[in-house]
């Protein structure tokens, strides 16, 4: 969707414009990451001399590798005690009122606000008055502030909570440049009135990053089965059992099969993952395969190019988080996804592996053990139609970004 810039800007062309991306960086989202890092490269393939900062949660912890500086989201917290009192017994609405006035104040020094992929409109772990109203003070201030302000390839819905869904689907509107990483994120933000066309889906913007190099097969004697694992609580991170269920259905999948002769590397798609990693091999111990643990290798990853390395070297992989599932086609490794939403079944569905999908707080141990026999049968096949998807995925990808900068206004350099 890309509306008239009218009243935001006075329509000048830039060249050399500073630029802020907006998103939750930094925090160990591989994935959040991955999207910043993709975007930036786009910028710097289109406007080698712009300026790009990064609007995030924790701007301290961003990768000095992109030498992108850091703008906290939110305002220092107060630290006159009287006045914090003050705020406390007033909700915080004081604080929160003042946050939009200051984020404004910022982007008039700025030629574009870009909000890089992720599932930024969902409320997936969030609360209303978390991240949902940051998205919302950001895009009004940048409505204010005369600020261009785009959505590129986001992943959208659902939003179960009422004012997270006001707050998100406001700040979506705002937006002058609007487009979807599929088409159910399209649907969710139309059943909303938000105005969208059908053109505005695009791939994820992960599949803009450097493709790995495929290391020839066999990698091994043993054939090799990737396994990303998630530290999963369910859509609202309340896990009432959900977590322990995952990872013991997942032990006793990898117990059947190292017994079959398989080798297992285990892969994150956050920080907070490892401690998964680490219930799983405790889980596969307790449940009397500890010899078999010989036969489980798990490397530490900090990116989403290092998880494509890792994929790279697999025969066929089972993941659950959805840049894991990217970071597996990217490396032209068939994979089974245990999804949590429809992003994964619906990119699946695209890459040719449909049959490959299931949800992961339901999957069954006989179903999955049976898709890895399939799935390895047939990888070469597999492999050869998902490397043809996504080439088909990065040409997309830069047509949009030649669409977003002449929507935003902001030329091409010569």
Known sequence: MVQPIGSWTSGRMTSNP????????????????????AMVLAIRRHHPEARIYAVCSAPDALDPGLA??????????LRNP?????????????????????????LRRFDALIIPGTGILDDFGERPRGVPFVIFKWALAARLAGCPFAMVSIGAGPIHRRLSRFFMLTASRYAHFLTFRDEPSRDFARRHHVPVSADDVFPDLAFGLPIPERASWPPANAPVLGLGVMRYRGWTNDDGGIYQA??????????????????????????????????????????????????????????????????????????????????????????ISLSYGSKNDVLLQDMGLGAFTSHVERFELGWLEDRVKTLMAEREEHALRIAERV???????????KRMFSALRLSEAH
């Open 246 to 335: 995952y990872i013991g259905k997942l032990a006793r999948f990898a117990i059947a099969m190292l017994q079959q002769g398989y080798r297992i590397r285990l892969m994150i798609g956050e920080d907070a993952d490892e401690e998964a990693v680490e219930a799983l091999r405790t889980t596969i111990a307790e449940q009397g395969a500890r010899g078999l643990l010989a036969s489980v290798e798990y490397m530490p990853a900090r990116s989403l190019g290092d998880v494509m390395e890792q994929m790279a070297r697999v025969d066929v992989a089972v993941a659950t988080r959805f840049h894991n599932v990217v970071c597996a086609l990217m490396a032209g490794t068939p994979v």
């Open 18 to 37: 500073r630029i802020a991306l907006f998103g939750q960086f930094g925090i160990g989202n591989l994935g959040n990451d991955g999207s910043l890092e």
């Open 68 to 77: 992108v500086p850091g703008i906290s989201w939110t305002r220092k917290e």
């Open 391 to 401: 080439e088909a995925y990065r040409d997309r990808l830069a047509s949009q970004e």
């Open 82 to 106: 009287v006045l914090r009192w003050l705020n406390g017994t007033a909700l915080r609405i004081p604080y929160k009122l003042l946050g939009p006035i200051r984020a404004r104040r910022i």
